[in-house]
Nanobody, 127 residues
Framework: QVQLVESGGGLVQFGGSLRLSCAAS????????MGWFRQAPGKEREFVAA???????????DYADSVKGRFTISRDNAKNTVYLQMNSLKPEDTAVYYC?????????????????WGQGTQVTVSS
């Protein structure tokens, strides 16, 4: 059973930055992607970013259009940790952010394809 623990959320002003961290109890990069999702009140959970192993020492990062160019996903194998660096934050980025991992390498952007989830961390961007 993989356990994921997010941290780094908080309150930030419009245009500010935050870095979220997701610590995994065991490394799953040999299988499916590690992803970040978010859910705002009254809305469905949506894909934000994912990083997947593509062979050797190569990883591929995928981003939702709404965050492309502002957010960066990365990982530290030594720390079993995935990060989401969020810059130029907007009020519409306000949500609970979840880290997730999938067992299948073919998992795409759908939340239903992910097998393990963290408890979430709140990000609030004030205008």
């Amino acid at each position: 059973q993989v356990q994921l623990v997010e941290s780094g959320g908080g309150l930030v002003q419009f245009g500010g930055s935050l870095r979220l961290s997701c610590a995994a109890s065991e490394w799953t990069f040999g299988s499916g992607p590690m992803g970040w999702f978010r859910q705002a009140p009254g809305k469905e959970r949506e894909f934000v970013a994912a990083i997947r192993w593509t062979g050797g020492s190569t990883y591929y990062a995928d981003y939702a259009d709404s965050v492309k160019g502002r957010f960066t996903i990365s990982r530290d194998n030594a720390k079993n940790t995935v990060y989401l660096q969020m810059n130029s934050l907007k009020p519409e980025d306000t949500a609970v952010y979840y880290c997730a991992t999938a067992l299948s390498r073919t998992t795409g952007r759908r939340a239903t394809g992910y097998d393990y989830w963290g408890q979430g961390t709140q990000v609030t961007v004030s205008s």
